[in-house]
């Protein structure tokens, strides 16, 4: 009997260490040292401010629009399955009537389901915009996500001082740049209250994951932010933002895909990156501003606005 028990003991530890082994493949990071993905990215904000009755102030409307690109070339895979990364945003775009840029090389983090953590842009709408697509991504592959699923959750986004209850629904699968794109539709709201302020904020739009490939492909959502002062006056802020995928690059095949994505050839920074940043206006509408607190309602009660992101979404292959 022993040798039986020691032959049936041999096929059980290789059949575990087969498991172990498909199961780590399955697990691995898509990401290698030298991957590089961009994404075309179109930001607009506007901002209407009512002032405090019998302040003196003016009514005003300011608007500012961007546009550019975001790329992100990998440096290195930790063993978690995160990847270090360094970004490049290259903006153009004009704010209140003035021409502006914004030129900036910062540190992100690629996850392994392909989630995009920016660095250095905290309160930004495109960091909001990033923030929102992160969350649905690791809620759809959590939920092993397909067309008719549908959840709620609960998070916070960069730039927004409170938590925010949201619907989730993955709608269909499209295909975009040889991509298999599941569109997950959402929408969420928060109430903001202070002693001073009370307002809303809401958000609605689309996030398009490959959930095989494990790559984020795209975004479109808009906000509305509405901020009122108890001692009268109102600021109402309004949010676009778009990301498509522009290219992705690996250096080798991703592990666990069963058929390598249609890749591009990944466009090179511009020239205009070399130009120092002491040289540049960065642009509100990516950075951060316009304000959301009106003249003469005092300091706002939290963080919100304008938030960020896409109206149109990306154009499918056909």
Do not use: C
Not at 74 to 98: C, L, T
Not at 156 to 163: F, K, M, N, P
Not at 214 to 237: I, Y
């Amino acid at each position: 009997m022993r040798p039986k028990t020691a032959a049936s003991a041999a096929i059980l530890l290789i059949a575990l260490a087969t498991s172990a082994s498909a199961g780590a493949g399955s697990n691995a990071s898509p990401w290698k040292p030298g991957d590089a993905v961009s994404y075309d990215v179109t930001v607009e904000l506007q901002q209407h401010t009512v002032p405090k009755h019998g302040s003196g102030a003016k009514e005003t409307t300011t608007e500012s629009t961007s546009s550019g690109i975001a790329m992100f070339t990998v440096s290195g895979v930790a063993s978690s399955g995160a990847a270090q990364a360094k970004a490049y945003y290259v903006f153009q775009g004009s704010s209140a009537g003035k021409v502006a840029m914004m030129n900036r090389s910062l540190p992100a983090t690629i996850g392994p389901n392909g989630d995009i953590m920016t660095v250095g842009l905290q309160g930004s709408a495109i960091a909001t915009a990033f923030d929102l697509a992160n969350g649905i991504i690791r809620e759809a592959k959590a939920r092993n996500a397909r067309p008719g699923t549908s959840w709620q959750s609960t998070g916070a986004l960069s730039g927004i001082g409170a938590r925010m209850t949201f619907a989730r629904a993955a709608d269909a699968m499209r295909p975009y740049l040889g991509f298999n794109a599941l569109e997950i539709l959402t929408s969420g709201d928060a109430s903001l209250q202070s002693d001073t302020q009370s307002g809303k904020i809401s958000i609605a739009g689309s996030v398009y994951y490959d959930t095989v490939d494990r790559v984020f492909v795209g975004e479109s959502v808009r906000s509305f932010t509405l901020l009122v002062n108890t001692a009268g006056g109102h600021v109402e802020s309004t949010a676009t933002i778009n990301i498509a995928l522009r290219s992705l690059a690996r250096t080798t095949p991703a592990p666990a895909t069963p058929a390598p994505p249609v890749v591009t050839t990944p466009t090179p920074i511009p020239a205009r990156t070399k130009v120092p940043m002491s040289a540049v206006t960065p642009i509100p509408g990516a950075t951060g501003a316009p304000t959301t607190n009106p003249a003469n309602l005092g300091p706002p009660a939290v963080n919100v606005g304008p938030t960020f992101v896409p109206a149109a979404t990306p154009t499918p292959t056909p």
